[in-house]
């Protein structure tokens, strides 16, 4: 993997740069959608190349494991022959799933009793699916996702919770840290083992302690990995204090290295933290929200069931790239949406994906020509309305 | 609309013809995907023309007067610009789901009393979405579909379920055909006040009894409309008893205007009425049946979630023609059948509705070249297996 910047913005510290895998290239600031058992939600492979023009997407370590099975995805030859998708992928190490999803389980479930057992060694959890009982560590963590074969894996981590005391968060932070020695002596001792090329990062920890971020991002930067990400955000805290702990840690992270922001966010985070030095993105937020119809634009965000689109046979968006926000009107995807029509799902999640990728590009060509900072303020200021 | 048998098979039946409309040409036999609620489920319309090449697809009078409404689709101007469909449509009547919906209400909601009365006026129903009460009548119904704007429009009748009392099936019979004249009359009255170009098609009742078939079939025949319907079939009866009752109204109905076959039904019967004269069907079976993981193939069915396509990476369909048997391996599918994603649906739904055109478009072509018989009796036997 190589990391080229064409361009970083005078008046922010916003990059334009290119990633280069050995599934092609991904133009920089980027988000990828998550298609976490392999597949996008609602969302057709070749969609998100010809239409929202995806460069990389998202698999979920946690999720793959249990469904399929790793053996079903080695069988088929690695993830992307199992999915049909031959551009780069990323796959997440799942330690945020292991932590959310049981807590999860507790809310829908209230007679489920989801085990989670963090140790030194590792971590003892049970399945969301049928509470089969399994141990992830650092070791085969990777050796998972040697086999899954993206361009792109993540360290083994303990995603903390918020809010959480200091101490936890440090006492955390130190494991993460131990772990990730043990993630890049075996993603080393691994290399070429499953013929894949693929890149390790590193996740940054430390809650909304400022001294704990600069720790863990000065510990995470001296590891020497190919890419650098910042985890644990998003997670619940203010987004000022998102906004602050990633600006200490890209202040730290060597400038030479993509940089990705784990679980971030809505559109006018994006911009900022783009402004910040973020080059890579993923959220569930554009398909999850598409889902409950809401639709973001550049003017705003539409809640498509408000009775005032009933008979606004205007385009979704106006402004939209995709093929969705040609062919179908307000009205007729309100109606879908009522009426809780798939396609509804089909055409939001479309025109959300449309909409985040087209941001990036457009944020891109705004650095590369100098102009970021001013279409920044803009753009958040109106992509925060709601229509 | 005009209608014009190019060839007929000289050892069956069968016909192939093409009906010109306002909205362009139907090469029959034809099978006609079901939009209920203006969406074939899961699948884009750009997907239905281009990929799945539907020349014709239905809406539901019943479904659309309760959502969106008609007042939604007359300031769209019409089903076909609300929905974004410029090619033919048909709409039902709505007849076979007052009756139908009943029922099922009934057993999901078992506190539920949803309302049904029969009068020789028309029916009061109540609504299976929020219990509201409607009355439709032959009269309203012809307005109801004259602004839904269809190609085609149905007759108001009532759908005699089974098993049926031969004294209800004929008094049922009867009403119907008074109701057909109803329908006629305001039909006429109606003409060109909408600003549509539509032909109504009637509909022959007469359950499983052979002699009441017959009195429908001269009763219709005689009405002189543009095309023909058989109702009231595949609702539970042996298929032997509707092949009889297919083919005793086929030998009646006027050979030179087009016979639409309502609600049937898996790819041998298809090919058997075909073999009997009928030109036109409908039925939700890919669609729904995709939803639930079955596949229809050249070489019979598949149920995806069978344990034995879990590694089994060949093309969904290696006959198929649709771009989801390139681009999926079973494997995958059964995966995303087995993950509840919606992406399974939406590639079953293509697959099927892309097979089942594809049928027609060779059924078609072996009448065009004298070899249908011989291949309409291999394909029925091949279809029928369970792979």
């Not at 998708?85 to 799933?97: I, K, N």
């Not at 002596?185 to 400022?210: A, C, D, H, W």
Request: charged share 25%; glycine share 8%.
């Amino acid at each position: 993997m190589t990391f080229r910047i064409e361009h970083t913005d005078k008046e922010t510290k916003a990059r334009a740069g290119e990633i280069i895998t050995a599934h092609g290239k991904i133009q920089t600031p980027i988000f990828m959608p998550v298609g976490t058992r392999g597949t996008v939600k609602a969302v057709h492979q070749h969609e998100l190349k010809d239409d929202i023009r995806a460069q990389i997407i998202l698999g979920n370590t946690y999720h793959l494991y249990l469904k399929p099975g790793i053996e079903i995805i080695e069988k088929a030859g690695g993830l992307h022959k199992f999915i049909g998708w031959d551009r780069p992928m990323l796959t997440d190490s799942g330690g945020f799933q292991i932590f959310s999803l049981a807590d999860e389980r507790r809310k829908t479930q209230p007679g489920a009793k989801p085990m989670r057992k963090i140790s030194e060694e590792g971590v003892h959890f049970s399945s969301d699916i049928d509470g089969s009982t399994h141990f992830f560590t650092p070791e085969n963590v990777m050796d998972i996702q040697r086999s899954i074969g993206a361009d792109i894996i993540m360290a083994f981590d303990e995603c903390t919770p918020y809010p959480c005391e200091y101490d936890y968060a440090k006492k955390s932070m130190d494991m993460t840290h131990r772990w990730l020695k043990r993630c890049n002596s075996r993603f080393k001792e691994t290399e070429g083992k499953y013929g894949y090329e693929q890149s390790l990062f590193p996740i940054i920890q430390g809650s909304v302690y400022k001294d704990l971020r600069i720790q863990s991002a000065e510990f995470v930067a001296a590891q020497n990995c190919e890419g650098n990400a910042i985890g644990g955000l998003s997670v619940g805290e203010a987004p000022d204090d998102m906004f602050a702990m990633t600006e200490v840690v890209c202040n730290i992270l060597p400038k030479e290295k993509p940089r990705y922001l784990m679980g971030v966010g809505t559109p006018g985070q994006l911009l900022e933290c783009i402004a910040l030095g973020i080059d890579m993105f993923d959220c569930v937020m554009p398909t999850r929200n598409a889902r409950n119809g809401m639709l973001f634009t550049s003017q705003g965000t539409i809640a498509i069931s408000n009775a005032k689109y009933k008979d606004d046979f205007s385009p979704i968006d106006p402004d939209g790239t995709s093929f969705v926000d040609k062919q179908y009107s307000k009205a007729y995807l309100r109606h879908l949406n009522k009426a809780d029509e798939m396609l509804a799902s089909m055409i939001a999640s479309i025109h959300n994906l449309a909409f985040f990728l087209e941001l990036m590009r457009q944020a891109r060509e705004k650095i590369i020509d100098g102009t970021f900072r001013e279409w920044k303020d803009k753009m958040v200021k109106q992509t925060e309305q709601r229509l």
